[in-house]
């Protein structure tokens, strides 16, 4: 079972311990989507539910039934960041899956995800024109940028900031 994409990350009430075990380890989310027959969403399971159906005696081929967490916390796609983050933190929760108007799952939101700094459009042109010639010797064999400062070269500095 490969389950790397949101559409495979998908179980039916009948799948097995093994099928969500499987499932979970293929992906980086930790969490699987249970759907009925309509997909729609039934529940979601997660390494911690799997772990306690373990402890409680169910075994790699019972079914996940009884380890489904009915009724997750979802949100709509046009919750804004700001709201997703509140429910998020206010209910203790690290994925909150995306539902459209007929309860399927479009989308995940992951904490790791909507909590890493976002990427900054800022572009940065680094002025090296000229021959170098106050830098010499330096410079004879060496472009400006490559010259080393402090045990390595300026454009890894300037890359690292």
């Not at 099928?19 to 249970?34: G, L």
């Not at 700094?117 to 024109?129: A, E, F, K, T, Y």
Request: glycine share 8%; charged share 20%; proline share 7%.
């Amino acid at each position: 079972m490969n389950c790397k994409s949101l559409s495979d990350r998908k179980l039916t009430p009948t799948s097995t311990m093994q099928e969500a075990i499987e499932c979970i380890e293929s992906n980086s989310m930790k969490i699987v989507f249970v759907l009925d027959t309509h997909s729609k969403l039934v529940g979601s399971i997660t390494d911690g539910d799997i772990r306690r159906g373990l402890l409680n005696g169910l075994d790699m081929n019972s079914s996940i039934e009884s380890i489904i967490h009915k009724g997750p916390f979802v949100v709509p796609p046009t919750l804004g960041r700001d709201s997703v983050l509140q429910i998020m933190q206010a209910n203790d929760v690290y994925q909150l899956p995306i539902v459209d108007e007929d309860r399927r799952v479009v989308g995940l939101h992951l904490w790791d995800k909507i909590m890493a700094p976002s990427q900054r459009p800022n572009l940065m042109v680094i002025m090296v024109g000229g021959q170098g010639i106050r830098l010499r010797p330096q410079t004879e064999n060496c472009p400006k940028p490559l010259l080393p400062v402090g045990g390595k070269p300026m454009l890894e500095h300037v890359k690292q900031a």
